[in-house]
């Protein structure tokens, strides 16, 4: 039976696999959109952690990531002769996240859970959470953390749990796994610097082991510093540069995030963020059955994620998607409630999953990436897109037009300075009759339906300085940045943005009628 609950949940997974949710400008910013550029020549907007004097993300990571199925797409347009599109590579990422997790994290699971009882419900457990939907199969690092984390820990298994050989190979795979977790996110060792000591007795008995280890792992940080090196160092790459003025990113991130002024930046979160907020987010129901385990007899994958809740907790920058790689370890241990609550949990544990996973799998800023794809297959001459009350959209998706399309990201700007910078954009009245002269460039502004303020200039009828002319839309797109409770209440707030969700497409020009002269 359980057997067929989880392929029902692999399509579940399939499903939201290929939902163009985006859950955070992240999954874009810090991963595809940089190795697009450098793969396929897209110009494309690389975020301050790229861009700054001191670097503060490796792209190591990136290009055992993504950089080889961009490269292999790239192989196989130039060997065919077609033209592959963004959209081709985005989908195809998609795909990939989703086989790294029904395969490496479904089957890491399968290692770690000894127990097959247990593992009948750990197994279900995990894949039917809306983390599993969702994060995991987006390119977030940290969906690759997690993976990252739960095959160290299998290796950590293996290792300790081999007493005939020395373990070398596996120690020398879990060396080179550790560098490429820290330049991944430097957050990494946290989930498992209590489980290593476990390996010490080890070390103790199989020296070479350890030495293995370090080998290897000095080893992939030489090739990463190396290849950041390459990267964020202009000219031609020599070995010369890494030894004279290497680009070490993991130090860098962590001098950055060492002081709390630039913390601030991003916003500062009490101690118990992590623990009382994130982690209830994250699990739902199953959060409860944190506080019936028996600790005294908490398996690695438990201990590895309350030490990686209470060591990143001291951080005061606290973000839900940080804990990503506790889920699962934690749903591989927890048990179910006995019979008296155990259908009543069940059911609760379905509604939580599917509200979260629809919320966020599907409508959840929803409508940027098939906007961004409409607007790199559309035949107008697009030379100004607005965006705004959206997050910041991925320019890699637009197929090199971004080389004649200025996009501007006015998210969290009011209506009044939104308008402003619109209207800098038009052209000038030159007669009395609409500008539109040939050979000049559209202006859209993105935004979505529940953007009232947008209404008047819609309607026709009215003498406003712009028209707004509905070019195309996508109706699955919810904005829950754009709650308003405190002036319009809490059921005219939601039944806005629910009720009138979709990103919307406008194509703006100036009303010389109804300008002064």
């Known amino acids: 039976m359980w057997r067929r609950i989880y392929f029902l949940l692999i399509l579940v997974r399939v499903y939201f696999a290929l939902s163009p949710s985006y859950l955070h400008p992240d999954e874009n910013f810090q991963g595809p959109e940089v190795i697009a550029g450098r793969v396929f020549g897209y ?136 560098v490429v977790g820290v330049f991944n996110r430097i957050t990494f060792p946290a989930f498992l610097l209590l489980p290593a000591l476990s390996l010490l007795p080890h070390f103790q008995r199989k020296p070479f082991s350890f030495v293995f280890l370090v080998a290897f792992a000095t080893f992939t940080a030489f090739v990463a510093i190396c290849v950041d090196t390459a990267f964020y160092t202009p000219g031609e790459f020599h070995f010369a540069k890494v030894f004279r003025h290497p680009v070490v990113t993991p130090w860098n991130n962590f001098l950055y995030n060492s002081k709390t002024t630039n913390l601030a930046n991003h916003g500062i979160h009490p101690w118990y963020q992590h623990a009382l907020v994130n982690l209830p987010q994250l699990l739902g129901p199953a959060f409860p059955l944190l506080f019936f385990l028996r600790l005294a007899y908490a398996s690695p994958m438990l201990v590895s994620a309350l030490s990686g809740l209470a060591l990143l907790s001291f951080f005061p920058h606290q973000e839900a998607r940080f804990l990503i790689p506790a889920v699962p370890l934690i749903l591989s241990s927890v048990r179910l409630p006995g019979p008296r609550f155990r259908k009543a949990w069940i059911a609760t544990w379905v509604i939580f999953n599917v509200v979260m996973g629809v919320l966020l799998g599907v409508y959840h800023q929803g409508g940027i990436v098939p906007v961004q794809m409409h607007i790199a297959k559309t035949d107008e001459a697009v030379t100004h897109a607005f965006w705004w009350k959206t997050y910041s959209p991925p320019t890699w998706l637009l197929n090199g037009k971004n080389e004649n399309l200025t996009t501007v990201d006015l998210m969290g700007v009011s209506g009044d300075q939104m308008l402003a910078r619109v209207k800098e954009a038009l052209p000038p009245c030159r007669t009395r009759k609409p500008p539109r002269i040939e050979g000049e460039g559209v202006t859209y502004l993105i935004a979505p339906r529940s953007a009232y303020l947008l209404q008047p200039y819609a309607d026709i009828s009215k003498r406003e300085e712009i028209s707004l002319d509905e070019v195309w839309s996508y109706r699955r797109h919810l904005n829950l940045d754009d709650m308003d409770f405190a002036d319009d209440g809490f059921w005219k707030t939601m039944g806005r943005v629910v009720g009138d969700r979709g990103l919307v497409i406008w194509r703006v020009t100036r009303n010389c009628w109804a300008t002064p002269q």
């Open 43 to 178: 110009p494309v907007h690389e975020t301050w952690e790229f861009t700054s004097a001191a670097p503060i993300r490796s792209t190591f990571p990136l290009w055992l990531a993504y950089g080889w199925p961009m490269y292999t797409l790239r192989w196989l347009s130039e060997g065919f002769g077609y033209e592959v599109s963004p959209s081709v590579v985005y989908w195809t990422l998609r795909v990939l996240m989703l086989t790294l997790s029904v395969v490496m994290e479904d089957w890491a699971v399968h290692e770690l859970v000894e127990s097959p009882r247990a593992r009948r419900l750990a197994v279900p457990l995990v894949a039917s959470s809306y983390v599993t939907w969702t994060f995991q199969t987006h390119t977030f690092s940290n969906s690759l953390e997690t993976l990252l984390v739960s095959w160290s820990l299998v290796l950590l298994q293996r290792i300790v749990q081999d007493k005939k050989r020395s373990g070398i190979l596996a120690s020398s795979i879990l060396g080179a796994m550790v």
